[in-house]
């Protein structure tokens, strides 16, 4: 390992100081009043909320008090799906609100916000997509649940991260060749871990393309009991000094299953509401971004995602704005490589019921 000089036990010093001062601040008297107000307007609309593990910790605790659900993508598509709430409403990105209302056209899907985009969404417009499919007829194509309707639509397979990794490789199994779009990190490792011919697009998450291997080993020599967490997101030097690689879901059962007491986690920080709920005896670092070539200090933080808050969930719920419209026959389209996931997804939780 390399010598940690006294500049760079200041950087992981500085890391840690700026992640703390920049943790999201809150008026407990306004949010109070938000909270209770938001409580009677789900009732009252029969609504449910799905909070992602990116948002803020105080949307993810509200969806847990009134039967909503916290998770990731996947989770979230599911349990709108099987949820009886005529309104749906969806604290994340714009491709997971129109992810629900493919899923149910008959409900009414509400988001805090339509602004609240995805970097890999954004890099992977339809008409290029579709070309680019075109131009490779003997590939599957296999989509990330990042992305737009119109992209699904073009779509054989929907996958989210956890379950990238089976799909493929059921895929592989089968001697297809794979079309990966758009995370190319992700990608990447899926194509190292399975050996499937897969042919990548080159999007990337902005918040997970920050994370340097030299800050995690930096801050693996403060702490060299840490293991290290990291989301497929991340670089391939990211991933190579992981401990272990996985969905947020993926990430919380590791650590929750670890025995060790701390950990590097290099995914957005909104996950550590739940990890800290869950194992408030073991301790949690967000994976260093500062270091050659960073643009930001710990911007483990989607932007989008810190779109959605208290006031504008409440105007939406109590004004009906910010509804998710999908035309319905590309809501129809986008559906099927959506429900093979599911299905799929479901097949392989009752292997492993059947196999406990
Ligand atoms: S964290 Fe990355 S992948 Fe997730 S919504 Fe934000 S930009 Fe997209």
Redesign the pocket.
Known sequence: MTEFSAAEHQLVRDHLLYAESHKPHHDPARDKVLRDKIKQLLKQHNAVLLAHY?TDPLLQQLAEETGGCVSDSLEMARFGHEHPAQTVVVAG?RFMGETAKILNPEKRVLMPTLEAT????VGCPIDRFSAFCDAHPDRVVVVYA?TSAAVKARADWVVTSSIALKVVEHLHDQGKKIIWAPDQHLGNYVQRETGADVLLWDGA????EEFKAKGILDLKQVYPDAVVLAHP?SPRAVLDVADYIGSTTQIINAARESSAKRFIVAT?QGIFYKLQQQMPNKEFFIAPTAGSGATCRSCAN?P??AMNALDNLADSLEHGTNEIFVDPELGKRAMIPLQRMLDFARQLREKVSGNA
């Open positions: 990116y990105v995805c970097s890999l969404d990042n998450c902005i918040v997970h997101e957005d989607c989008w995602m």
